[in-house]
């Protein structure tokens, strides 16, 4: 793609959704890892926080057939949580949740970068 080429609107739409929602859910998933590795092995705000992220998170996916895939992420999110909170598996859990939010923040990142060149190539 040359930089005088232009993007369609829907392309730089998907891109801009994509980038934030990648450096997002990278951050959350950092932050959520930071707080399942609160006081060494157990955890118990990791648990705390994780369990609440769990059910409000299922509670959305099923109240609202759009807020599906949003929830079951979330969800997820949670569990993971509550798994690195705990002091024999923890160590594994917290490994994987820092590798998805390091991946997440590089996609979106990468998301945002096209986007705006995308936007650049427009204007």
């Known amino acids: 793609m040359s930089d005088?080429?232009?993007?369609?609107?829907?392309?730089?739409?998907?891109?801009g959704m994509h980038g934030f929602a990648g450096v997002g859910g990278g951050v959350l998933l950092l932050v959520l890892?930071?707080?399942?590795?609160i006081g060494g092995g157990f955890s118990p705000v990791g648990l705390i926080v994780g369990t609440?992220?769990?059910?409000?998170?299922?509670?959305?996916?099923?109240k609202d057939p759009a807020d599906r895939d949003a929830g079951m992420i979330g969800g997820a999110a949670g569990v993971a949580t509550m798994v690195a909170s705990l002091p024999i598996v923890g160590?594994?859990?917290?490994?994987?949740?820092?590798l998805s939010g390091i991946g997440l923040l590089i996609t979106g990142g990468i998301s945002l970068y096209r986007f705006h060149k995308g936007l650049k190539a427009r204007g």
């Open 4 to 15: 005088r080429e232009i993007v369609p609107r829907e392309t730089l739409v998907r891109q």
């Open 33 to 37: 890892r930071g707080l399942a590795r």
């Open 52 to 62: 609440a992220l769990t059910f409000v998170s299922l509670g959305a996916a099923a």
């Open 91 to 98: 160590g594994l859990a917290s490994a994987l949740m820092w």
